[in-house]
């Protein structure tokens, strides 16, 4: 399963998140410079600030075409080890304006 949607969001301040299900609480920044951040059921990307514009996000699940010419920005488990979950960010400027998500459900 590859594609699987595209949206473009408004980076409410300077990020986007992704959570599954359970999620009680967000991951909080400890320096504001870091690319990610993430609890067991969320992980939060960094982006340009939402006064520069909508950030285009997708989901692609198992392998995103063209992944080597990303920035990973995040690798890890998303929902208490229900799936894997890499991030990529891309920049045509300085902070990212495109974030793709790819998941992998585990067993």
């Not at 939060?44 to 939402?50: E, G, L, N, P, Q």
Request: glycine share 8%; net charge negative; charged share 25%.
């Amino acid at each position: 399963m590859p594609f699987v949607a595209r949206a473009r969001v408004i980076p409410l301040h300077g990020q986007v998140v992704i959570t599954d299900s359970e999620a009680r609480d967000y991951p909080q920044w400890q320096t504001g410079q870091e690319k990610a951040v993430a609890l067991p059921n969320s992980v939060a990307v960094a982006t340009r600030a939402d006064r520069e514009g909508d950030v285009t996000i997708e989901v692609w699940g198992d392998k995103l075409e063209g992944e080597e010419e990303l920035e990973l920005a995040y690798k890890g488990e998303l929902g208490k080890g229900r799936y894997h979950l890499k991030v990529f960010t891309a920049s045509s400027a300085t902070l990212p304006d495109r974030v793709y998500f790819v998941v992998t459900r585990l067993a």
